[in-house]
């Protein structure tokens, strides 16, 4: 027991050794980084002082650097100047001889250019009178074909006058002498008709009697015969009439049902058409929604009229068939408003797409206009010009010109860019 206790003691001071020696541990460790700390501080503020001088030197040493640099920079930009100006001079005493030699240009193409117009206005004035001339003289031909054209108009209207009304008086006289010679004509075929009447009118007669005996005969043995054949037909077929007449009851009852399931196909197919309706109606716009139906282009007179014309040409069998569709009226109209509409687009897409077609045309010639091809240059074009050539026929020789025309006066024209080329 004793020992138990001591060993308890030792073990607890142990413990607190441990404790103590952790503890000293971690002051040791804290101090360590306290002067850590310290220490990076210290560097960090002289490495800023450092800095901060540094920056202050660099700064001195840039001022007293610039002015020097400044100083050179200045003596050389006084020598280019003076080399400029010096150029420029020279340049402005060129440029001037230049302008003076384009003033005398164009004070001597304004002379020609003067010449020129007074040329063309002195040509000008010739042209216009030739051109009167030329008029009065075939303002004076107009007027001597035209005496003459009055003249022979005149002589040949009386001509026709004349012989048309010979022709009159001559088609008169043939009227009346064939009036006459039908009159005769007349009066004999009338005679002529009116006896053959009266033969033939007695001979039928005659005729008539002799074969309504005959008839009287044959139709009194042909009586007795049928009187027989019906006798024997009525017994040989009793059996088959009774049998004709169940299967004509089975008959209509037959049709009766037919007819009934096929108004019950149709009415399946009216069925039918208003669904697919109201599918469509889905995909209706707002217009169609409120306006199903187009008004009538009818004004009511034409309407009361219609309505009478079609009461009229109804028959009882077709107002009936007519009444069992009439649900379908409406739908008809929308479908034939549909109808329109498809066609007036067509129609309308037909203009647009003649239209474009223009466009395109016009702008391919505005590009064939702009643009250099083989098929541009194959065409007639005054603007192109390739090596000092143009695609344009040549003038008239000589030759062919008339004989009362001048030759083209010519004018020698020089360029005020050729000689501004040439004087620098």
Known sequence: MPKKGKGAKMSLSNEEQLLLFQQKLLAEEEMAKRKERLLSQFLKDKLAKEEHNSALNLNKINMQWRTVLREI???????????????????????????????KDLSEAEEQYAHALRSHLHNVDQLLALQRR???????????ELEALTTEFETERRTITEQHEEEIHYLQDVFMAMEQSYMDSEYESKLEFQSLWDDLKNKNIEEKHFLRLRLENTVEDLWKRFQDALKSYTDATEDRKIAFETLKVKDETSSKEIETQMKKIQKLQGEKILKLAEICRKFETEEEKVLPFYASVLTPEEQEFEA?????ELTEELAKVMADYSGMENFWKRYNKVKLEQLSLQHRRAQLLEINRKLREMLKQYLDGISVSDEVLSQLNPLLIVNHRSNLPPPLPAAMARPGDRPPTTYNVVEAAHVASRTL
């Open 73 to 103: 920079k200045t003596r050389e930009l006084h020598k280019d100047i003076e080399a400029l100006s010096q150029t420029f001079e020279r340049v402005m005493d060129c440029k001037d001889n230049v302008i003076k030699s384009l003033a």
């Open 134 to 144: 030329r008029l009065g003289l075939l303002e004076e031909s107009y007027s001597m």
């Open 308 to 312: 009478q014309d079609r009461g009229e």
